[in-house]
């Protein structure tokens, strides 16, 4: 029994008569509603709650009423993890990598970093100021399946709820991202896909942009198609060059991340299909 703060978070197919139902059972089990979202995709005909609640609760007893009135296809998750388990994938950027590590170390982060595993070593100095273990995983001489079968066996050690590429700059294969579905949550600049390849920062000096940006997305099969997540601007001018604009991008790239990770730490995110919806 327990009388702390829980959160309820329930998707389904829409019905007339879901949010009557899910309350009136909290009413029941004399539980005090402290914030409530909802939301109707119209176009999917689903449904989206995510619910604060207070109050003394039989786990147990709870799950099975909401089961009970819920149509069968329901996804119901009482009181998800609160501090989530992640494992960092870095390759030689220290942007994303610092400002994260500087965030754990101060509990801003609703998350445990238990690991960062990189393929170049540059990075492991930094690391280990914060006495975080590292692994450097080179993918030199290996093939894309044996360089990630390396890295399964790395992460095998730690059994991560979430892994985050904090600027990891190999593509995943499908079979890799198979083994963390909707789990695995990416950081990158969005002038894709105007600007692929090497020096985008340039590419878009070149062509004179007003606006540059970051997208935070979870990763799917589709290279940097995922769900997105969250996704910011910063307006520029002719007066930067191709190198300030680069810095003034991990700049945004780094806060973008940072919002993202604490929109999926903190549980207020429903994946349907390859969209999100965020309370």
Known sequence: ?????????????????????????LY????NILKNDEFVDRHANHF??????????????LLNELHTQMPPEANIVLNPRKRKDIVLLVTKEHHCLGDLLLRYAYDELDANILAVISNHNVLQPLVAKFGIPFHYISHEHRTRPEHEEAIHKALAIYQPEF???????RVLTPEFVAHYPNKIINIHHSF???????????QAFDRGVKIIGATAHFVNNNLDEG???????????????????ARAGKDGEKIVLARAL????????????NKTIIF
């Not at 604490?262 to 299909?273: A, C, S």
């Open 227 to 245: 769900p997105i997540i969250h996704q910011d601007t910063i307006p520029v001018t002719h007066r930067l060059s191709s190198d300030e604009m």
């Open 192 to 202: 894709l896909p105007a600007f692929i390849g090497a020096n985008p920062y340039r």
């Open 1 to 25: 029994m327990s009388a702390e703060a829980h959160v309820l978070l329930i998707d389904c197919p829409d019905q007339i008569g879901l949010v009557y139902s899910i309350t009136s059972i």
């Open 28 to 31: 029941r089990h004399a539980l």
């Open 163 to 169: 892994l985050v590429l904090a600027k990891y700059m």
């Open 48 to 61: 989206f709650m995510r619910t604060e609640f207070s109050g003394n609760i039989d786990t147990t007893e």
């Open 262 to 273: 604490k929109l999926v730490f903190q549980d207020r995110i429903f994946i349907h299909k």
